[in-house]
């Protein structure tokens, strides 16, 4: 078979794809800020544990999840979930109640979910792979 034949020896002519639509279709381009959303929940996590937004993420980078940083400072999860959860409907107001909750719940909970960090300690919090 020759370069362009198919099976039956016809020429095949391949056309070029359109990718005009690709960022639209896979969601590369949003209306809304993920990271404002995200700013806004640590905001109001750390608020509410009576902590700045930059103790908070250095607590959490050093492995302690919002749920023990919750109970250290005798703050209720249901609290420090209920104010994320406002803080992400706040920055996102298409974002449903039921999904800004277990999106909230999750936060509270940490990436792995209220045991904290896995075997060897290590918690990869930005997902960048170290």
């Known amino acids: 078979m020759g370069g362009g034949d198919n099976e039956r020896g016809d020429?095949?002519?391949?056309?070029?794809?359109?990718?005009?639509?690709?960022n639209r279709?896979?969601?590369?381009?949003?209306?809304?800020?993920?990271?404002?959303?995200?700013?806004?929940?640590f905001d109001a996590a750390a608020k509410a544990l009576g902590m700045t937004s930059?103790?908070?993420?250095?607590s959490l980078k050093s492995g302690q999840t919002m749920a023990s940083l919750a109970s250290s400072k005798a703050v209720s999860t249901d609290t420090?979930?209920?104010a994320?959860?406002?803080a992400l409907?706040?920055?996102n107001p298409s974002l449903s109640a039921d999904r800004a909750a277990t999106l909230a719940q999750r936060m509270v909970q940490g990436p792995?979910?209220?045991?904290?960090?896995?075997?060897?300690?290590h918690v990869d919090r930005d997902n960048d792979g170290d």
């Open 89 to 91: 409907q706040g920055a």
């Open 84 to 86: 994320i959860t406002t």
């Open 25 to 41: 279709l896979s969601g590369a381009q949003h209306s809304h800020s993920h990271g404002g959303a995200r700013k806004a929940a």
């Open 112 to 121: 792995h979910g209220s045991q904290g960090a896995p075997a060897g300690g």
């Open 80 to 82: 420090l979930t209920a």
């Open 11 to 22: 020429i095949v002519t391949i056309s070029p794809i359109d990718t005009s639509n690709v």
């Open 54 to 58: 930059s103790d908070l993420r250095a």
